[in-house]
Structure formats: C-alpha cells, structure tokens
C-alpha cells in the first residue's frame, strides 16, 4: 500500500461470517491498529437513514440565525458543552477556523467536592437550541448507536492481538463518558492559514468519524508526513485515541491527525464520535501476547498521557477552549508541563 492510497478498510460485519472470516477481520484489525492507528470502518450497520436523521439536523442546526447559536455558547456551561464559535477553539496554540456543537452523555451536573478531582466539572447537562427540538433525538440516538458499534468493535480489537475481548467492560458501562461534535469548516480564514483543526491525538480510547466528500483530513503516517484520507462513503474513519496507547504500552498507537480548511466559500461537515470509558476510570495495563514487543507510550513533554481518563481529557479541554477556562475554571492552573492540577 502506498502513501497516499486509502487507509487501510476494515469489515465489521466479518465477525458473523464464520472462524475463518473473522480470523482475517483480527488480522486486519491488528496491523491497522499496530501500524497505521487509523482505518476506515464498514460493515458497521449504521443506516442510511439513520445517518441522514443526523446530518439533516446538523446542517440545519448551523442554518440557525448566529443568535440562535450563540444562545448556547460553550462559554455559558463549565462542562465543556455546547457551541463554539468560528476561531474560539484552539489546538497546538493556534486558532481552529470552524464552529461546532460539543454534546455528551446527558447527566446533572458534578461540581466538584472537597478532595475531589476537577475532572468532575466535565460531567454536566448539554445545552441544545430551542429552535431545533429535533436536533436533541438525532444526536443522543447517535451518541447510544455509535456506543454500541465502538464496544463490539473494541472487543475484536483486543481479540485480534491475543487480549480478552471484555477486558474493559468494567470502566464503560452506564457511567461511560461518550462524546460527540458536530463541526462546520466554513472554508479558509482568509489570512493565509489553513488549520481547519490542528495536528492533534485524541484523549479517550477509539474515535469513530462520518466525514463529509469535501476531504480535508491528513494523517501523520510513519515518514513523518500528512496524508489525506480519501472520503469513503458508508464509512467511519477510526483512530485510536491515547488511553489505548497508555494502556498497550505503545503496542496500539494513537496518531497525530490534523484537518486542513477546505478552499473559500466551501464548506465542510464532519461529525467526531468519541468513545471514552468513565472519567474516574484507572485503565489498567492490557494483558496480551506481545506485550514485550511494545515500544513504550511516545514520549511528548508538550502533551503528557495519563491512565486515569479524566485527567487526560480535562489536560485537553482547559487548552482548547481558553474562554471556557478563564470563566469558569481560572483556578485550575497548569504547571509547566500542562498537567491540570488536581484541586479545585
């Protein structure tokens, strides 16, 4: 496979074919995920129509008048939810040039107590429009859908490198802290950049995205270049996110991924689905058959892994959304190395 052919393609659905099927599905799963941390995703049973509920929502949901949007500005919630605007958000100290609605798992808001961890503030209620009732169905129906593909696909994963495919069960569950953004590149700034969303890893364990035909989205392959990944329709782009690096001692890779703006006056719609365990979940070592191979976690003093998942995603929440930080979480310093101190 060359550079700058397509990822590699992944059949979920050869599970239910039969032993010797889904050998062929493990052994693609495990170079994929062992060389490559991305691959395009099929035979995952998400509907056309169950797709199209969703975009027709998301579009019409970035259509609303701007005050309708700014109703729900992400700086009016201490949780991290809701929508932010073109520019506000940040990756690498640098401006992303799109918008974008951030939604998770609807629960009351956790302020954080006396002794506990600050990560608690990232549990909390979404804020939808008003305008759009409909938008609050397609998204939590999406948020339950792509919970159930990502942990059947989480279980072969693990099986295909020799690791007992329920080895995590107990940190997801009910309480697990699923994620979800529904983002718009409205085309370039208009001042030479182009950093549609900045080269970046994400925190949790697998991400799942239904991306649009504009393109746009470049993976970092082992040259040490960015590389576009060609749109193929009917499937999610998967990459593994930090906590399966953290957690496979490097085995499984995270990769660094970026998204360039598309040319002016074209837009671009993307849709991130995020599957993270429970905030408060320790990710214990995995045990599996090449353990000893494994390189060890890449080592980036910017950008520490931690195995504990709250801590990983507050890291990155206080960075990319400075607005949200300075109102609502000023005390929440960071040291040098980025680590968000652990009191309130």
Same mark, same amino acid.
């Not at 809701?82 to 506000?88: E, L, P």
């Not at 499984?252 to 365990?277: G, K």
């Given at each position: 496979?060359?550079?700058?052919?397509?990822?590699?393609?992944?059949?979920?659905?050869?599970?239910?074919?039969?032993?010797?099927?889904?050998?062929?599905?493990?052994?693609?799963?495990?170079?994929?995920?062992?060389?490559?941390?991305?691959?395009?995703?099929?035979?995952?049973?998400?509907?056309?129509?169950?797709?199209?509920?969703?975009?027709?929502?998301?579009?019409?949901?970035?259509?609303?008048?701007?005050?309708?949007?700014?109703?729900?500005?992400?700086?009016?919630?201490?949780?991290?939810?809701?929508?932010?605007?073109?520019?506000? $958000?940040?990756?690498?100290? *640098?401006?992303? %040039?799109?918008?974008? /609605?951030?939604?998770? #798992? &609807? @629960?009351?808001? +956790?302020?954080?107590?006396?002794?506990?961890?600050?990560?608690?503030?990232?549990?909390?209620?979404?804020?939808?429009?008003?305008?759009?009732? $409909?938008?609050?169905?397609? *998204?939590?129906? %999406?948020?339950?859908? /792509?919970?159930?593909? #990502? &942990? @059947?696909?989480? +279980?072969?994963?693990?099986?295909?490198?020799?690791?007992?495919?329920?080895?995590?069960?107990?940190?997801?569950?009910?309480?697990?802290?699923?994620?979800?953004?529904?983002?718009?590149?409205?085309?370039?700034?208009?001042?030479?950049?182009?950093?549609?969303?900045?080269? +970046?890893?994400?925190?949790?364990?697998?991400?799942?995205?239904?991306?649009?035909?504009?393109?746009?989205?470049?993976?970092?392959?082992?040259?040490?270049?960015?590389?576009?990944?060609?749109?193929?329709?009917?499937?999610?782009?998967?990459?593994?996110?930090?906590?399966?690096?953290?957690?496979?001692?490097?085995?499984?890779?995270?990769?660094?991924?970026?998204?360039?703006?598309?040319?002016?006056?074209?837009?671009?719609?993307?849709?991130?689905?995020?599957?993270?365990?429970?905030?408060?979940?320790?990710?214990?070592?995995?045990?599996?058959?090449?353990?000893?191979?494994?390189?060890?976690?890449?080592?980036?003093?910017?950008?520490?892994?931690?195995?504990?998942?709250?801590?990983?995603?507050?890291?990155?929440?206080?960075?990319?959304?400075?607005?949200?930080?300075?109102?609502?979480?000023?005390?929440?310093?960071?040291?040098?190395?980025?680590?968000?101190?652990?009191?309130?």
């Amino acid at each position: 496979m060359t550079y700058t052919s397509q990822l590699p393609i992944v059949d979920l659905a050869a599970a239910d074919r039969g032993p010797q099927a889904r050998r062929l599905l493990h052994a693609q799963l495990h170079s994929a995920a062992h060389d490559v941390g991305f691959f395009q995703l099929v035979g995952h049973g998400v509907t056309e129509a169950e797709t199209r509920a969703l975009t027709s929502a998301m579009r019409a949901f970035f259509a609303l008048p701007e005050a309708d949007r700014l109703a729900i500005d992400n700086v009016n919630s201490p949780h991290f939810r809701g929508y932010t605007r073109v520019g506000d $958000e940040h990756t690498g100290g *640098a401006r992303d %040039w799109r918008d974008q /609605l951030d939604i998770g #798992a &609807e @629960r009351p808001a +956790h302020v954080p107590g006396p002794g506990e961890p600050p990560y608690w503030w990232l549990q909390g209620p979404n804020q939808w429009p008003a305008a759009l009732p $409909e938008l609050r169905l397609a *998204a939590l129906n %999406w948020v339950e859908r /792509l919970s159930g593909v #990502a &942990e @059947r696909l989480l +279980h072969e994963l693990l099986a295909s490198i020799g690791a007992p495919a329920d080895f995590y069960d107990d940190i997801f569950g009910a309480h697990a802290h699923p994620q979800l953004k529904l983002v718009r590149y409205p085309g370039s700034a208009g001042d030479g950049a182009d950093q549609g969303v900045g080269a +970046h890893k994400d925190y949790g364990f697998l991400t799942l995205l239904l991306q649009d035909q504009v393109g746009g989205l470049q993976v970092q392959r082992e040259d040490g270049a960015f590389h576009e990944v060609p749109p193929l329709p009917g499937a999610f782009v998967v990459n593994l996110g930090e906590l399966l690096e953290v957690a496979t001692n490097g085995y499984l890779v995270a990769t660094n991924h970026r998204v360039v703006s598309p040319p002016a006056a074209t837009e671009r719609y993307s849709v991130p689905f995020f599957y993270n365990p429970r905030l408060d979940a320790h990710i214990r070592p995995l045990v599996f058959p090449y353990a000893e191979t494994a390189p060890g976690v890449t080592a980036d003093p910017a950008n520490p892994l931690f195995a504990e998942y709250g801590r990983n995603e507050l890291k990155g929440k206080l960075r990319a959304h400075p607005l949200v930080a300075a109102r609502h979480h000023a005390g929440l310093l960071l040291n040098p190395e980025g680590q968000p101190a652990m009191s309130a």
